[in-house]
């Protein structure tokens, strides 16, 4: 587990992102703090707006780099006239500076996604 490595300046916290109450968790932590993740396909939208709500609201974070599933990923870069363009662009373009930094092969997954 990711917290037998002990890192230095990390905190491992393992709960449910959606239910749990981030200025009560973090309230002994210096700010900003930096977010870093795999973010599930099925909840990754909730989860991107409860970060970008934190980082607006109190200045939570000062970044966070995530990998998603690509279309999210799409749906995050997209522009404004494009199929993908929609309220979380829109949320990020507002919120956040928002670089796809690099697309993964599925045999880089276990198991390989279809």
Excluded: C, W
């Excluded at 109450?21 to 870093?36: F, I, K, Q």
């Excluded at 934190?54 to 974070?61: I, S």
């Excluded at 966070?64 to 662009?89: F, H, I, S």
């Amino acid at each position: 587990m990711l917290e037998a490595e002990q890192l230095q300046n990390v905190r491992v916290v393992q709960s449910d992102f959606l239910g749990v109450n981030l200025a009560d968790l973090l309230h002994d932590e210096p700010r900003p703090l930096r977010v870093a993740g795999n973010l599930p396909y099925n909840v990754s939208s909730p989860i991107l707006f409860r970060l970008l709500d934190a980082a607006d609201d109190g200045r939570f974070f000062a970044d966070a780099t995530l990998m998603l599933q690509k279309e999210v990923a799409d749906r995050l870069v997209a522009k404004p006239g494009r199929k993908a363009y929609g309220a979380l662009a829109i949320q990020v373009a507002l919120t956040a500076d928002v670089e796809h930094l690099l697309t993964l092969p599925p045999g880089a997954f276990r198991p390989p996604p279809r």
